[in-house]
């Protein structure tokens, strides 16, 4: 029963049913998901702690960066709950706008990784204009 709580309580707030959804796409680092998101670090940190102690998410270490992805039994269960949801998230404005972000920082990689840290995106977009 516990398992099903601590899933709930992943799914409960808005911020980290965004994470969720970013995470269903890709595997990303922290600093992708701090820039792709618009959080600030603690924030994003308090709710993927949530998410950790839920057994949703995997990390990896690549050098200085930590990578999150969803468990791929998370995977199985969260994947058709999103599909099942999909008219109300594609109404979300902040869900397209992370997405398109998402995309964005992901370009930003090198050999699919990433190599900057936070504040990167904003920094590429200030350049274009």
């Known amino acids: 029963m516990n398992d099903i709580v601590l899933l709930g ?6 911020t ?3 994470i969720l959804h970013a995470l269903l796409h890709s595997e990303l680092c922290v600093c992708e998901m701090v820039d792709a998101l618009e959080l600030g670090q603690s924030t994003l940190s308090a ?5 950790r102690q839920a057994g949703i998410v995997e990390t990896s ?3 200085k960066m930590v990578s999150y992805s969803l468990a791929e039994e998370a995977r199985q269960l969260i994947a058709p709950i999103f599909r099942s949801n999909e008219p109300a998230l594609s109404a979300d404005h902040r869900l397209t706008r992370d997405c398109l972000r998402i995309q964005e920082r992901l370009r930003l990689r090198s050999h699919g990784q990433c190599i900057y840290g936070p504040g990167q995106l904003d920094r590429a977009e200030d350049t274009k204009k």
């Open 47 to 51: 709710h993927l702690q949530t998410i």
């Open 9 to 14: 309580k992943a799914l409960s707030d808005p």
């Open 61 to 63: 270490r690549r050098h």
């Open 16 to 18: 980290r049913v965004r």
